[in-house]
């Protein structure tokens, strides 16, 4: 498979797994078939309520940043 001219059996990983791992394992991370199920069950959007999310996230966030 091809991305920008690159395969992807040239792109070499950028660490270790099993340190990853074992890095979680010891911050109390558990990583399992339902870390990244979603809640979602598939409705419309309110986009009323997600710009209200995202504007008072962006209130917490300095000009600096």
């Known amino acids: 498979v091809q991305r920008n001219g690159e395969s992807f059996d040239s792109v070499r990983p950028m660490g270790d797994w099993q340190q990853l791992a074992a890095t979680h394992e010891r ?3 558990h990583v399992d078939a339902r870390t990244a199920a979603t809640r979602w069950y ?3 959007i ?3 309520i997600a710009m209200d999310v995202l504007m008072s996230l962006r209130r917490g966030v300095s ?3």
Request: charged letters at 15%; a negative charge; zero cysteines.
């Open 27 to 29: 911050a109390g991370i």
């Open 42 to 44: 598939g409705g419309s």
């Open 46 to 48: 309110d986009y009323g």
């Open 63 to 65: 000009a600096e940043t």
